[in-house]
Every structure is written in structure tokens, then in C-alpha cells.
């Protein structure tokens, strides 16, 4: 049964399994169910280890999702783009300048241009924006971002133009992110860098299913919360070689900022236990919430 294709209600069922080709490594495999909920489920591909949605949205329905619906007020841009991720933003702007002192940088998905503009105000750094929400474009444009208006997938970049490009929050996002993933290839400069963050899939779904984990506080069910793909470092790993890159690091990274002050404690000794584990396990044991990955070109 192909993975684009929605079961009967009976048939969704944590525990079960259903065989289906990956829309991430195209491996055909038998693929548990980890999360059932009445019209969706999340299969694991059993080949390369993601958590994948079931059924894809339409290809159409994103579109229109992220250009006209996704972005459309300052005040959104503000509370889930700007300070809410500064804790995962600056780490972030820190790993990429203890790399470069400047250059070209180009931000997939800017929204606002927050983290460009905050983060790399110098002179010395040329800022460009992916960007497919048309108000928040415009946005970005006021800051002075260079900006690509649309989906990364349709965009004209310029061939190996980038010295540094990130892709924040947004590759879970993408219907075949491979198709994505081979776009920033051939935007990178050969020397240049690509840094990843997104979600730890396993901190998600402990989160979705554990009552401690809803009480630290679990986001919206994960089969709608807009995500497609649900990685973790082997995952994403494998997705960046098959497109042609060599991870370089891969760091544990902090949450967004929490309502409450009992959550931050609470994702601030997260963050802590995660980033000892990541060391004592000698980078084999992650914990999440986030984690980043960093990748270059591989040597032709």
C-alpha cells in the first residue's frame, strides 16, 4: 500500500504495521505504526529510521498553506518566529561564526527576517531569505533581506553562490525533502556550510505519549501539527548523503521559550541532561528537544 494513501479508520492502530516505500529513501519496507490518530497515523521507515506522516498532504494544499494562510500578521511573525526561538537562534548564529567572520548567508524559510537581522548585523555578511509567505517577504524586504519570494523546491537560486545556508524548523515541513536538499547542494559554495535544526523525533513522540511528557508541555497532537517528516541524527544523516553532503557536527539544541516558567526550568535541565548525555555517550546518545546538524559538500 502505497504511503500517500489513507487507511479505513479501522485500520490505524499504534503497534500495527503497514507496508509502504518511504517518501524519504524511496525503500520499500514494512513500517510500523508509532502514533494513530482517526484519519492520519506516523509510519517508521524501517530502511532509514524517519518518522513519516500518512497520508502526504497534497502538493497543492502546502502551497497554498505556506504562500496565502501560513504568515499573514506581524503579531504571528513576533510570537512564533522572533523571541519565542531565540534560545535555539543564537545557538545556532554561534556554531556558524566560529566558522565564518562573514560572507553570503541565505535563510530558508525567514519569515520575518529575525534571525538574519539579529544575529548577523555586520557589514561583512550578504543576508538572503527563502521566503513562500508573501506577507512575511515583504516583511524581510523592510529589513533589508535579499529575498527569493517562494517554495525553495521553485525558486532560481544561484549556482554555488552561498557560503552558508540554514534551513531552521523547516525541513520536517517539506512533502520530498530530498527535492529541497538537492536545490541547497547546488546553492552551496563548495566550501560553504549547510546547518540544520529540527525537532528530536524521539523527544517529540515521549512528549506526545507519556503524561509527564504532555505535562512539560507537549505541543498540539503530532499528526496535526503541520509536520511531515519526524528525524532524528541517523535519519537526517543519511537523507544528507544520499543529496551529496558529509556531516560535520551534530550538537544538541535547545527548546523555544515556554509559557510558563515551570516549563522553561523544565526544558532548561532538558537541555542540560541532554547536552551531557551528547558528551559522556561520546556523541552517540541524543536527547533532544532539537538538535542541529552541520554539513558540507562532499569531496567530487
Same mark, same amino acid.
Given at each position: 500500500m502505497s504511503a500517500n494513501v489513507a487507511l479505513p479508520r479501522a485500520g490505524y492502530a499504534a503497534g500495527d504495521s503497514a507496508i509502504v516505500r518511504c517518501p524519504l529513501c524511496s525503500q520499500e519496507s514494512r513500517a510500523p505504526v508509532v502514533l494513530a490518530a482517526t484519519l492520519k497515523r506516523l509510519l517508521s521507515c524501517?530502511?532509514? &529510521?524517519?518518522?513519516?506522516?500518512?497520508?502526504? =498532504?497534497? @502538493? /497543492?494544499?502546502?502551497?497554498?498553506?505556506?504562500?496565502?494562510r501560513y504568515i499573514t500578521t506581524a503579531e504571528r511573525i513576533e510570537r512564533s518566529f522572533e523571541?519565542?526561538?531565540?534560545?535555539?537562534?543564537?545557538?545556532?548564529a554561534v556554531s556558524i561564526r566560529?566558522?565564518?567572520?562573514?560572507?553570503?548567508?541565505?535563510?530558508?524559510?525567514?519569515?520575518g527576517g529575525f534571525f538574519l537581522d539579529r544575529y548577523f548585523p555586520s557589514p561583512d555578511w550578504v543576508k538572503f531569505g527563502v521566503e513562500p509567505s508573501k506577507y512575511a517577504a515583504a516583511k524581510s524586504i523592510e529589513e533589508g533581506i535579499?529575498?527569493?519570494?517562494?517554495?525553495?523546491?521553485?525558486?532560481?537560486?544561484?549556482?554555488a553562490s552561498f557560503d552558508v545556508i540554514t534551513a531552521l524548523d523547516v525541513l520536517v515541513y517539506f512533502r520530498q525533502p530530498q527535492i529541497e536538499l538537492a536545490v541547497m547542494r547546488r546553492?552551496?559554495?563548495? &566550501?560553504?556550510?549547510?546547518?540544520?535544526?529540527? =525537532?528530536? @523525533? /524521539?523527544?517529540q513522540l515521549w512528549r506526545q505519549r507519556t503524561r509527564f511528557g504532555r505535562f512539560a508541555g507537549a505541543a498540539r497532537q503530532l499528526t496535526e501539527s503541520g509536520h511531515i517528516f519526524f528525524f532524528n541524527p541517523d535519519s537526517l544523516s543519511s537523507a544528507l548523503s544520499r543529496a551529496g553532503?558529509?556531516?560535520?557536527?551534530?550538537?544538541?539544541?535547545p527548546g523555544v521559550r515556554q509559557r510558563h516558567a515551570y516549563q522553561d526550568f523544565l526544558?532548561?535541565?532538558?537541555?542540560?541532561?541532554?547536552?551531557?548525555?551528547?558528551?559522556?555517550s561520546g556523541k552517540r546518545r541524543m536527547l533532544g528537544p532539537n538538535f542541529l546538524i552541520?554539513?558540507?559538500?562532499?569531496a567530487s
Amino acid at each position: 500500500m502505497s504511503a500517500n494513501v489513507a487507511l479505513p479508520r479501522a485500520g490505524y492502530a499504534a503497534g500495527d504495521s503497514a507496508i509502504v516505500r518511504c517518501p524519504l529513501c524511496s525503500q520499500e519496507s514494512r513500517a510500523p505504526v508509532v502514533l494513530a490518530a482517526t484519519l492520519k497515523r506516523l509510519l517508521s521507515c524501517q530502511a532509514c &529510521r524517519v518518522t513519516f506522516l500518512d497520508p502526504l =498532504p497534497a @502538493a /497543492e494544499e502546502l502551497a497554498t498553506r505556506f504562500s496565502d494562510r501560513y504568515i499573514t500578521t506581524a503579531e504571528r511573525i513576533e510570537r512564533s518566529f522572533e523571541s519565542i526561538k531565540e534560545p535555539i537562534l543564537s545557538r545556532v548564529a554561534v556554531s556558524i561564526r566560529e566558522k565564518f567572520a562573514g560572507g553570503t548567508i541565505l535563510d530558508v524559510g525567514c519569515a520575518g527576517g529575525f534571525f538574519l537581522d539579529r544575529y548577523f548585523p555586520s557589514p561583512d555578511w550578504v543576508k538572503f531569505g527563502v521566503e513562500p509567505s508573501k506577507y512575511a517577504a515583504a516583511k524581510s524586504i523592510e529589513e533589508g533581506i535579499q529575498i527569493f519570494h517562494g517554495a525553495l523546491a521553485n525558486v532560481q537560486l544561484p549556482t554555488a553562490s552561498f557560503d552558508v545556508i540554514t534551513a531552521l524548523d523547516v525541513l520536517v515541513y517539506f512533502r520530498q525533502p530530498q527535492i529541497e536538499l538537492a536545490v541547497m547542494r547546488r546553492a552551496l559554495k563548495p &566550501r560553504g556550510l549547510l546547518a540544520i535544526v529540527v =525537532p528530536l @523525533a /524521539e523527544s517529540q513522540l515521549w512528549r506526545q505519549r507519556t503524561r509527564f511528557g504532555r505535562f512539560a508541555g507537549a505541543a498540539r497532537q503530532l499528526t496535526e501539527s503541520g509536520h511531515i517528516f519526524f528525524f532524528n541524527p541517523d535519519s537526517l544523516s543519511s537523507a544528507l548523503s544520499r543529496a551529496g553532503f558529509e556531516v560535520s557536527e551534530i550538537l544538541p539544541i535547545p527548546g523555544v521559550r515556554q509559557r510558563h516558567a515551570y516549563q522553561d526550568f523544565l526544558f532548561a535541565s532538558y537541555y542540560g541532561l541532554s547536552r551531557a548525555a551528547w558528551r559522556l555517550s561520546g556523541k552517540r546518545r541524543m536527547l533532544g528537544p532539537n538538535f542541529l546538524i552541520l554539513a558540507n559538500l562532499k569531496a567530487s
